[in-house]
């Protein structure tokens, strides 16, 4: 494993290099795919052979389920930051607040008068709305007096991309060479140059995944070696009297408040049964370890009694 994350927060040696250009640029530039699922006729998703999937409780084909998530994700982007409130009862900020302290990201060790830092090249994937990359290059400039630290969104929903930009303007980001957005697949990031990140990131996205071991190849993929992927996801409650209360919450009230504040209950529906269907922190961390990773002990980190759980893995040196 990599020495630079194997401290607490797993902290990344500052290389002293001069700054290069970054960020949108330094990836591949082969074209770009369309990421728009194709619509088929009800008759030809009925005849159907190819792999099947979940889509909450249902089981569908992984075509359709790519098409279904996109509608949730474009009916619930402008409303996304509630939709997170009532999943989680408003303790999500405190979780991505968490998230980005414990991966302390940004070129921290102090250099030679002069020379410049060279900052990370990170990559957070169905972070459309930007939530998790304003809060990581505010840690990197302040914490770590580190201008350099770029950071590209990469979701397959252009409504949250859309959603992103425009909260981007608030933010001292928007129209700097720090801060991109980029709509891309999870599962083929083709656009991306192997072994040119530092850092990948996806927070409460990955459970939407259509093929999650195909998304985590690719995370791996992407890293340089010693590149860490780190998962902040809804997870397994461990304590039952507690893991009781919270689904009579889940399924109780949150497809309802779904209605009564957006108009649409179906998404919400999906989206709690969607947390339920995600696999168990020690099934996930079995899935990152088999995408080649290296997973520090014990594996995970648990948030409020397990409703969600930071996941890491450092890519090895081969």
């Known amino acids: 494993m990599d020495p630079r994350w194997t401290s607490g927060n797993f902290k990344l040696l500052s290389r002293q290099l001069k700054v290069r250009n970054v960020c949108s640029r330094s990836f591949a530039t082969s074209s770009k795919r369309s990421q728009q699922p ?13 792999s099947t999937t979940d889509f909450g409780f249902e089981t569908v084909s992984e075509a359709l389920k790519a098409s279904r998530v996109g509608a949730v994700f474009s009916s619930v982007a402008s409303s996304y930051d509630n939709m997170n409130d009532f999943m989680s009862l408003g303790v999500h900020r405190l979780w991505k607040d968490q998230f980005v302290r414990s991966l302390n990201p940004g070129a921290h060790v102090q250099v030679p008068t002069g020379e410049p830092v060279a900052g990370w090249k990170i990559l957070d994937v169905a972070g459309g709305t930007g939530d998790i990359a304003f809060r990581m290059l505010d840690h990197a400039t302040t914490i770590n007096q580190d201008n350099n630290t770029c950071v590209t969104v990469a979701d397959i929903n252009t409504f949250m991309l859309a959603e992103g930009r425009l909260r981007s303007r ?3 980001y928007a129209n700097s ?15 991306i140059a192997s072994d040119s990140l530092d850092l990948y ?3 409460f996205g990955i459970r939407n995944f259509t093929d999650k071991g195909a998304a985590l190849r690719e995370a791996f993929r992407v890293l340089k070696p010693g590149g860490l992927f780190a998962c902040l996801e809804f997870s397994k409650v461990q304590n039952a009297l507690f893991n009781n209360i919270y689904k009579r919450w889940s399924f109780g009230a949150i497809p309802l408040l779904g209605q009564i504040v957006a108009g649409d209950r179906d998404s919400y529906q999906y989206l709690v049964e969607s947390i339920d269907k995600f696999p168990s922190q020690e099934t996930f961390r079995n899935m990152i370890t088999q995408a080649g990773f290296a997973v520090p002990a014990p594996g995970w980190q648990n948030l409020t ?3 969600a759980a930071i ?5 090895p040196f081969q």
């Open 201 to 203: 990131t996806v927070a």
């Open 305 to 307: 009694g397990g409703i």
């Open 177 to 191: 060479s720090r801060l991109d957005f980029i709509e891309a697949n999870a599962e083929d990031l083709s656009t």
């Open 170 to 172: 608030e933010t001292a």
């Open 311 to 315: 996941h890491r893995g450092v890519k």
């Open 38 to 50: 194709q619509k088929r006729s009800q008759d030809s998703r009925s005849n159907d052979n190819r």
